[in-house]
């Protein structure tokens, strides 16, 4: 099991880039949450298996279709047991 906490910069809020991580997350059995920042990044906190984090820690630094990353800020950090994977507001 491994958990990261991914903080994405580029064109990444109002693309749907939370909802689409959420869609990936729950397709591959990531568990988390994803939520915007006030600085125009956005922060993921997920884990899982480590073969399925490779895989979605590569989509992360791609994004859905209308996202642009420009950066991704890639952080090991310790298993927080999520039980699921959540969008927050704030």
């Known amino acids: 099991m491994k958990a990261l906490r991914i903080t994405v910069f580029g064109r ?14 729950d397709q591959i059995g990531v568990k988390g949450f994803v939520k915007n920042l006030k600085d125009g990044s956005v922060l993921i906190e997920a ?7 490779q895989d979605f820690l590569d989509w992360c ?11 991704a800020i890639v952080e090991e950090i310790e298993v ?11």
């Open 12 to 25: 990444v809020q109002g693309v749907f880039f939370r909802a689409s991580t959420k869609a990936v997350a």
């Open 47 to 53: 884990e899982g298996e480590d073969i399925f984090m």
């Open 61 to 71: 630094k791609y994004g859905p279709d209308d996202a642009r990353v420009d950066d």
């Open 80 to 90: 927080q047991n999520h039980q699921n994977f959540n969008i927050l507001k704030k």
